[in-house]
Nanobody, 124 residues
Framework: QVQLAESGGGLVQAGGSLRLSCAAS????????MAWFRQAPGKEREFLAG????????RYADSVKGRFTISRDKSKNTAALQMNSLKPEDTAVYYC?????????????????WGQGTQVTVSS
C-alpha cells in the first residue's frame, strides 16, 4: 500500500499561486493513477484533477480548468498541483489520492489511499 503526504498549503491572497506536493512512499507513483481533491467545511469532497497511471489521460473539474495543473514526477515519486489565479472559494483542505486501477477517475470511491490533507486559505 502506498502512503501519501501532502505539503505546500498555506495562506495566499486572491490572485496568487501555490504549489502543492504529494510525496509517496511504500510504492512508486507510476503504479497508480493520482488525483487531487479538496473539502471545504460542510461540503463533500470534490474532485479537482486526475492523471491516469499511463499519464496519457488527465482530467480537470470545470471549477479549476485553466487555473490548476496536475503533474507527476516518477523520479522523485511525487505528484503536484500547481494552483494559479486562486480565489477565496478555493479555500479548503486539499488531499492527494492514489488509485491502483489506474484510470484517474473523478469518483472519490475509486481511490485506495489518501494523504492527511493540507490547508489552503485564500484571502480576499
Amino acid at each position: 500500500q502506498v502512503q501519501l503526504a501532502e505539503s505546500g498549503g498555506g495562506l495566499v491572497q486572491a490572485g496568487g499561486s501555490l504549489r502543492l506536493s504529494c510525496a509517496a512512499s511504500g510504492r512508486t507513483v507510476s503504479r497508480y493513477a493520482m488525483a487531487w481533491f479538496r473539502q471545504a467545511p460542510g461540503k463533500e469532497r470534490e474532485f479537482l484533477a486526475g492523471i491516469s497511471r499511463s499519464g496519457y489521460t488527465i482530467r480537470y473539474a470545470d471549477s479549476v480548468k485553466g487555473r490548476f495543473t496536475i503533474s507527476r514526477d516518477k523520479s522523485k515519486n511525487t505528484a503536484a498541483l500547481q494552483m494559479n489565479s486562486l480565489k477565496p472559494e478555493d479555500t479548503a483542505v486539499y488531499y492527494c489520492a492514489a488509485d491502483i486501477s489506474g484510470s484517474g477517475s473523478s469518483d472519490v470511491r475509486e481511490y485506495d489511499a489518501w494523504g492527511q490533507g493540507t490547508q489552503v486559505t485564500v484571502s480576499s
